[in-house]
């Protein structure tokens, strides 16, 4: 192999090469005259190596992160790789299933900058030790040509759009997916600032909003909730928009709280349903020319928040049903084993509560009946309780209400009040009240409660019992 010649075959095309994505494919093409390697060039793309060029395999990884495979290793550390058999590298990639030798060099720039990442595999035996020398020359030419045209390709803001839709898929909670929302619309649209409005409320600020921004703030909320919601309407009803950046043509009187913060260049988008949804502003004091494009980018990036914003609401409702009493609302089972799991002896009482012939009721009347009766019980024992105190359902016609006391006789006071509020509906209860012991499990104490309430059944019902301490 004359690896001097292979060396001046690819240096003459990199020399008419007029773009980076050029240089990569010719080097990767002249490469290919000379070896039946398969051959790849990989240049950074954000957090990501991103496959340029390529040529010998039936298929390549098209984005690999940035410390993945052999390829990820010498981009992170800027040292070659040389593996002689690439079954025993535990980071190889696999390209194709015969490949057995593998041979990867850094492309830097001529600050010494790592760049990318020029890779060969091969599937019959080679000496790799000229290859890697004429490697690394043509690495050093590939990254000097790459600098001279402008550096590696910057990403299209298409696959920006795609990275932000992958973090607003992920965002946790509502002001994440805010925050990821103006975040991509600014760096999507090249615009300064990015404001989300949503049921007529700001979303959340970014830890250090710029000077627009806050000003664009300060003029929302001073114009008050009327304002926002016809900026929201606007957006619903005519569609998304966009200024022209012409001077002498005053905006319409719904975005006035918009130019006295000084913008000068707007994209307004609506977000979601007209009635729930909210509408994306995405500004700059500079006055610029936003294309259609750039719309419609906006549009499906508003559509993405909204499928984000929407997924966790529905999540949030499903979490609500899930621990919750479907028939009177009160938090159930789950919710209460926790609450109890974190009770404080001497402080937290456990009240367990049972409705007095409530099983007469049902036969008498029928379920239905039963049904008005408990939700009746529901509503007027929480309307007896104190703020902070919780009413659960744990069974058919039982409650327990866990509240804090600094004694036990306010705690039988509270049971008391549950058991003149139960009156009041034309109902009796039994209450039997316990408050946990040091080192006494929280199963324990229900216990203590549930034997104290019977206690009070045994007397006659229609009372208050407080278990032994």
């Not at 025993?88 to 990442?117: A, F, H, K, Q, S």
């Not at 299209?156 to 965002?171: D, F, G």
Request: hydrophobic content about 40%.
């Amino acid at each position: 192999m004359d690896h001097q010649r292979v060396i001046r075959d690819v240096t003459v095309r990199l020399s008419m090469a007029s773009s980076a994505p050029e240089a990569c494919r010719w080097t990767v093409s002249a490469l290919s005259h000379h070896t039946p390697a398969t051959i790849s060039v990989l240049l950074e793309a954000h957090d990501r190596l991103r496959c340029v060029a390529a040529t010998g395999a039936w298929q390549v990884f098209a984005t690999v992160p940035a410390r993945t495979g052999i390829v990820g290793r010498v981009y992170a550390s800027g040292t070659a790789a040389v593996i002689p058999d690439v079954a025993v590298d535990p980071d190889y990639l696999p390209v194709r299933p015969d490949v057995t030798t593998e041979l990867c060099v850094p492309v830097c720039d001529p600050g010494g900058r790592v760049i990318g990442v020029l890779d060969l595999q091969w599937t019959d035996p080679v000496d790799l030790r000229p290859w890697r020398e004429t490697a690394q020359r043509l690495a050093t030419r590939l990254g000097a040509r790459i600098a001279a045209v402008g550096g590696p390709p910057s990403e299209s803001r298409s696959e920006k759009l795609l990275r932000h839709a992958a973090a607003l898929s992920a965002a946790p909670t509502e002001a994440a997916v805010v925050s990821a929302a103006t975040e991509a619309a600014r760096e999507v649209s090249t615009l300064s600032t990015a404001v989300l409005l949503i049921g007529g409320q700001l979303g959340a600020s970014p830890a250090t909003p710029g000077d627009l921004e806050t000003r664009i703030r300060t003029e929302l909320a001073g114009a008050g909730p009327a304002a926002l919601d016809r900026m929201v309407e606007r957006a619903h009803r005519y569609g998304a928009g966009y200024t022209l950046g012409e001077a002498g043509h005053p905006p319409t009187e719904d975005y006035r709280p918009l130019t006295r913060a000084g913008v000068r260049t707007l994209v307004a988008v609506p977000v979601g349903p007209a009635d729930a949804g909210g509408v994306l502003l995405v500004a700059d004091e500079r006055a610029l020319h936003p294309d259609p494009t750039t719309v419609s980018l906006m549009e499906l990036l508003a559509g993405q928040a909204w499928t984000s914003l929407d997924r966790l609401r529905t999540l949030a409702r499903l979490r609500e049903q899930a621990s919750s009493d479907p028939l009177t609302g009160l938090r159930h089972t789950g919710p209460f084993g926790q609450r109890i799991a974190a009770a404080t002896p001497g402080r937290t009482a456990l009240l367990a509560i049972d409705v007095d012939g409530f099983k007469t009721v049902n036969d008498t009347y029928g379920h239905q009946a039963g049904d008005q009766v408990l939700v009746g019980l529901a509503r007027a024992l929480e309307g007896a309780l104190r703020h902070g105190d919780e009413l659960y359902r744990i069974g058919g016609d039982e409650f327990v209400a866990v509240i804090e006391v600094s004694r036990p006789e306010e705690a039988v006071r509270i049971a008391e009040r549950l058991a003149e509020a139960a009156r009041r509906t034309g109902r009796t209860i039994s209450v039997g009240v316990a408050l946990p012991r040091p080192g006494e499990t929280p199963d324990r104490t229900l216990k203590r409660a549930d034997q104290a309430l019977y206690a009070v059944k045994r007397q006659g019902r229609d009372g208050v019992h407080l278990a032994a301490a």
